[in-house]
Structures are given as C-alpha cells and as structure tokens.
C-alpha cells in the first residue's frame, strides 16, 4: 500500500511564482488534510475536506487553495509565492473523526 | 481557546528512564486526544490516542494520562530506549460533524542517551 503520497518532496520557488503540491490517498479515506510545520510552532492546519466535492479553511488558508474533485487526490495550490509560505507541508488523510491520521512524507519548500 | 500547549520543547532522558510530556487545552469540547511520532525527515505517525471517558491508557511503554478536570493530558514513555528519539506531538479534536481536526501542540524533541 502507497499511503499518503506527496509530491514533490523539495521545491524552491521564488518570490510571486505559483505551484501545486499534490497529494493522492490510495485508502478510500473521505477526510483529508493540509498541515505546514514550521519549527517549534508544531503543525498548523492549511485546509481540509471531508469528501469528494466538499473544502473548508483551517487556521491558517491565506495564500492557498484546494481542490477536491475526487477521494484520491486533494491538492494544494500557492498563488504568489511568499517567503512567509517557506515551511515544511504534510498531507493527511483519515477515514472518520477519530481515526488516527496517515501523513505523506512532506514537501519541504523554500520561497527565495 | 483552539490551542493546545505542550512542554517541554526538549527532553533528555538516559535509556531505561521515564520519559514525560505534558499537554494542556482549553476548548472544552475537545473529545479526543492522540500522540504522534515523528522522525526526521518523516510524516508523523500516531502512537497512542484517549478519549475523555477514560483516565488512562496503556499500549507496550507508551501511557496517556488523562485528567479532564485540570484539562491536561500527559504522554509516558517507560523504560526509554534510544529508538525512541523522536519529536513527540500532543494534539486534540472534536469529533462531532465537521470534527476531526486535530490541534497540535508544538512540540517535544525527546532524546534519549544510551
């Protein structure tokens, strides 16, 4: 079983440029989540779904968006990149509320 | 009211000693409690989680300690081993409609020296 997969697992983007961070679930999991890690702040939730068709922000949505047109695949887009947005993202997903997560390994970005 | 705050941000312990991390929330309406372990350059990985209706929970070395009215949870770490050097996350979550969202607190690189 694949998991979590994330793609890539390091970027450098400079400043104003765009990317997606793709993230795909091979568990039939309806919940899915976005978390960036920044060091000593523990993670901090981007955005999540809790299904096909349906997205809601989380504490901290500003300079991302999400799509979620099916259960595999929930991805992550930064617009207008920003050094702010230099962090470490792990997708998640879950099959119900209190079912433990299974992360991906992360995409580590540095906005330059 | 969303946070969750966890001490220490470090911790070594000397192999075979106890290992502890403490958590603490506000949102009363938090109903479920896991730990995660993270390695480096890895996602985390859930180890033990409780509910509210229990006071305690065991799984191997690993222990959480619930204590609903002083609004804290603690993880123990038995008999610590050097594999168990990690980065050790409390976290919370309601689990109601639209629940699962988990809260994570900051924190803990644990080391442990053989």
């Known amino acids: 079983n694949a998991g979590v997969t994330q793609t890539p697992k390091f970027r450098i983007l400079k400043i104003g440029q765009s990317m997606t961070l793709q993230c795909t679930q091979d568990?039939?999991?309806?919940?899915m989540y976005w978390y960036r890690q920044d060091p000593g702040m523990g993670l901090k939730l981007i955005y999540y779904?809790?299904?096909?068709?349906?997205?809601d922000k989380g504490e901290v949505p500003n300079g991302y968006n999400v799509s979620r047109s099916t259960t595999e695949d929930f991805p992550l887009r930064l617009e207008l990149a920003a050094p702010s947005q230099t962090s470490v993202y792990f997708c998640?997903?879950?099959?119900?509320?209190?079912?433990?997560?299974?992360f991906g390994s992360g995409t580590r970005l540095t906005v330059v | 009211q969303q946070q969750v705050k966890q001490s220490p941000q470090s911790l070594i312990v000397q192999k075979g000693g106890i290992s502890i991390i403490n958590c603490a929330y506000e949102n009363t309406a938090f109903d479920y409690f896991p730990w995660y372990q993270q390695f480096p350059g890895k996602g985390p990985a859930l180890l033990i989680a409780?509910?509210?209706?229990?006071s305690e929970k065991k799984e191997g070395r690993f222990t959480i300690s619930f204590n609903k009215s002083a609004k804290q949870f603690s993880l123990h770490i038995m008999d610590s081993q050097p594999g168990d050097s990690a980065t050790y996350f409390c976290a919370a979550s309601t689990t109601g409609n639209q629940g699962g969202k988990l809260i994570f607190g900051q924190g803990t690189e644990l080391s442990v020296k053989p």
């Open positions: 568990m039939n999991h309806n919940y």
């Open positions: 998640a997903s879950s099959y119900s509320p209190v079912g433990g997560y299974t």
């Open positions: 779904s809790v299904g096909a068709g349906i997205t």
């Open positions: 409780i509910r509210p209706d229990v």
